[in-house]
């Protein structure tokens, strides 16, 4: 058994299994044709219950022929340019080459004893992000597995700095409707009360209304509650709209609330020539979530929090004999398990780290530009067909719309054909769309982050659509006559 382990002896082994692995995945992405083959999970839970786990097959070209079966054959692939569906990117090779040396080499970024090297590295990624968004000299931050975590650690961070102002059952929380649910989420973890996080309405464009934040952190005051923190968000999930940063700045400076920009999906543009200007007012923040798994082309996992005063970290840092034992100044190391809600830590940094140093940050920027661009052209599109309602015009690359029938009316019949479509479209597996509400009313939607994606596969996927949902309709009618 320990010629499985990878050490000086095995590096034959290595190169040969990993190069099969590798081979897999290309001859896959050599021949889809489809982002998904339709299957259910009926139809694929016996493959997978049936590998009986105490057998081992004993050798790595029939695990793969295995996988293919189980998993590879079937898996959605977001690649493809009609995958449109959830904030995942088709990802950029430097990071993948980043994520096979990782998790070979596979430094743990908790201690400088575990990561040397690859500490230095993190850190050096984490400055280039707050400089781009301009957080000063005093920031700091630390890679995460992704927005969610992100968003618990700056919620975390905000309330160990509002603590002092009153109890847990005072703090309050505020963020758009259309905010991320990982908020709401946080705050539960956090032990606020569940009314703890103000729902505050939108405008037309999905953003933040600024005069209604104001009105709630006034009652906030009145009521003699503590206005703990304001999430903004830089690019909500279903719409890409980009609340009145500067704006709400003001507010939080006028309050003392901490301001947290979740920038999980809109980070992309920090690395944009084009629309950099799109999220000015972020450098204002306290702390900033940012994705690059979702607009820097990075595999899953690759998230950080950012902070503009890097002493509000220590209130993540708790210290161990075994690991990380309290030192005076001069003998201080650099541990990044100070600064995280983790301890064992992947070098996700890695990934980033060689594509800045392949393509460099204007080749990423370049890349989400395209499909903003593409965005703005599919709205155009759906704006002059009369088969369809779209909500919004999109500041990042989201479109979220509605197939309309010529002749049905009952916006309930209306739901249940776009639901249908969409389950029929996903079945079929020509394409994958996401689904969403607005105003209690049933939308589909295209999240765009595949520069491969092209004007004429939104057209034809939108009569795929259309072809369905009239499928449905026309179906239901026979039964009822
Ligand atoms: C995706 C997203 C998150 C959560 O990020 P994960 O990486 O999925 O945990 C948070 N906020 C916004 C606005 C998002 O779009």
Same mark, same amino acid.
């Given at each position: 058994?320990?010629?499985?382990?990878?050490?000086?002896?095995?590096?034959?082994?290595?190169?040969?299994?990993?190069?099969?692995?590798?081979?897999?995945?290309?001859?896959?992405?050599?021949?889809?044709?489809?982002?998904?083959?339709?299957?259910?999970?009926?139809?694929?839970?016996?493959?997978?219950?049936?590998?009986?786990?105490?057998?081992?097959?004993?050798?790595?070209?029939?695990?793969?022929? $295995?996988?293919?079966?189980?998993?590879?054959?079937?898996?959605?692939?977001?690649?493809?340019?009609?995958?449109?569906?959830?904030?995942?990117?088709?990802?950029?090779?430097?990071?993948?080459?980043?994520?096979?040396?990782?998790?070979?080499?596979?430094?743990?970024?908790?201690?400088?004893?575990?990561?040397?090297?690859?500490?230095?590295?993190?850190?050096?990624?984490?400055?280039?992000?707050?400089?781009?968004? /301009?957080?000063?000299?005093?920031?700091?931050?630390?890679?995460?597995?992704?927005?969610?975590?992100?968003?618990?650690?700056?919620?975390?961070?905000?309330?160990?700095?509002?603590?002092?102002?009153?109890?847990?059952?005072?703090?309050?929380?505020?963020?758009?409707?259309?905010?991320?649910?990982?908020?709401?989420?946080?705050?539960?973890?956090?032990?606020?009360?569940?009314?703890?996080?103000?729902?505050?309405?939108?405008?037309?464009?999905?953003?933040?209304?600024?005069?209604?934040?104001?009105?709630?952190?006034?009652?906030?005051?009145?009521?003699?509650?503590?206005?703990?923190?304001?999430?903004?968000?830089?690019?909500?999930?279903?719409?890409?709209?980009?609340?009145?940063?500067?704006?709400?700045?003001?507010?939080?400076?006028?309050?003392?609330?901490?301001?947290?920009?979740?920038?999980?999906?809109?980070?992309?543009?920090?690395?944009?020539?084009?629309?950099?200007?799109?999220?000015?007012?972020?450098?204002?923040?306290?702390?900033?979530?940012?994705?690059?798994?979702?607009?820097?082309?990075?595999?899953?996992?690759?998230? =950080?929090?950012?902070?503009?005063?890097?002493?509000?970290?220590?209130?993540?840092?708790?210290?161990?004999?075994?690991?990380?034992?309290?030192?005076?100044?001069?003998?201080?190391?650099?541990?990044?398990?100070?600064?995280?809600?983790?301890?064992?830590?992947?070098?996700?940094?890695?990934?980033?780290?060689?594509?800045?140093?392949?393509?460099?940050?204007?080749?990423?920027?370049?890349?989400?530009?395209?499909?903003?661009?593409? =965005?703005?052209?599919?709205?155009?599109?759906?704006?002059?067909?009369?088969?369809?309602?779209?909500?919004?015009?999109?500041?990042?690359?989201?479109?979220?719309?509605?197939?309309?029938?010529?002749?049905?009316?009952?916006?309930?019949?209306?739901?249940?054909?776009?639901?249908?479509?969409?389950?029929?479209?996903?079945?079929? /597996?020509? =394409?994958?769309?996401?689904?969403?509400?607005? /105003?209690?009313?049933?939308?589909?939607?295209?999240?765009?982050?595949?520069? $491969?994606?092209?004007?004429?596969?939104?057209?034809?996927?939108?009569?795929?659509?259309?072809?369905?949902?009239?499928?449905?309709? /026309?179906?239901?009618?026979?039964?009822?006559?």
């Amino acid at each position: 058994m320990r010629s499985h382990l990878l050490n000086r002896t095995t590096a034959e082994l290595y190169r040969r299994s990993v190069t099969e692995g590798v081979e897999r995945v290309a001859d896959q992405l050599a021949t889809t044709t489809r982002p998904f083959t339709g299957i259910t999970p009926d139809a694929l839970a016996p493959a997978v219950d049936a590998v009986d786990l105490d057998r081992p097959l004993g050798d790595s070209a029939a695990a793969l022929d $295995e996988l293919e079966e189980v998993y590879l054959r079937d898996a959605v692939h977001f690649h493809h340019p009609r995958y449109l569906a959830h904030l995942n990117c088709p990802v950029v090779i430097p990071a993948v080459l980043g994520e096979a040396v990782l998790s070979a080499v596979n430094s743990s970024l908790d201690t400088w004893d575990q990561s040397a090297g690859a500490t230095l590295i993190e850190r050096r990624l984490i400055d280039w992000t707050a400089q781009r968004i /301009g957080l000063g000299p005093a920031a700091d931050g630390v890679f995460t597995s992704g927005g969610s975590q992100s968003n618990l650690q700056a919620l975390l961070l905000a309330r160990e700095e509002a603590k002092h102002r009153g109890d847990l059952t005072e703090l309050r929380v505020f963020a758009s409707e259309a905010g991320h649910f990982s908020v709401r989420k946080s705050a539960s973890l956090l032990g606020l009360p569940p009314d703890a996080v103000v729902a505050v309405p939108v405008d037309r464009e999905k953003r933040l209304q600024t005069l209604a934040l104001a009105a709630e952190l006034e009652r906030c005051h009145a009521d003699g509650l503590v206005p703990m923190a304001v999430v903004a968000t830089a690019g909500t999930t279903d719409f890409g709209s980009i609340d009145p940063l500067p704006e709400i700045a003001e507010l939080c400076d006028r309050h003392g609330a901490w301001l947290h920009v979740d920038a999980a999906y809109g980070c992309g543009l920090l690395v944009s020539r084009k629309n950099r200007d799109r999220i000015d007012g972020i450098e204002r923040a306290d702390s900033v979530t940012v994705d690059y798994h979702k607009s820097f082309f990075q595999p899953v996992s690759s998230s =950080a929090i950012l902070v503009r005063d890097a002493t509000t970290l220590r209130h993540a840092t708790y210290h161990a004999d075994y690991l990380n034992p309290r030192r005076t100044v001069a003998e201080r190391v650099p541990n990044q398990v100070d600064k995280s809600l983790q301890t064992t830590r992947r070098f996700d940094a890695l990934k980033l780290w060689l594509t800045l140093r392949v393509m460099g940050a204007d080749g990423i920027g370049a890349l989400f530009d395209e499909v903003c661009d593409l =965005a703005r052209q599919g709205w155009q599109l759906l704006a002059a067909d009369p088969r369809f309602d779209v909500v919004v015009e999109p500041r990042l690359s989201t479109l979220v719309y509605r197939y309309i029938p010529a002749t049905v009316r009952d916006p309930a019949e209306i739901d249940r054909a776009n639901l249908y479509a969409r389950k029929a479209l996903f079945a079929s /597996g020509d =394409a994958v769309v996401a689904g969403t509400k607005v /105003g209690g009313r049933h939308y589909l939607k295209f999240t765009l982050l595949n520069p $491969e994606t092209t004007l004429t596969d939104l057209s034809a996927v939108l009569d795929l659509i259309a072809g369905h949902a009239e499928q449905y309709l /026309g179906d239901t009618l026979d039964r009822a006559s």
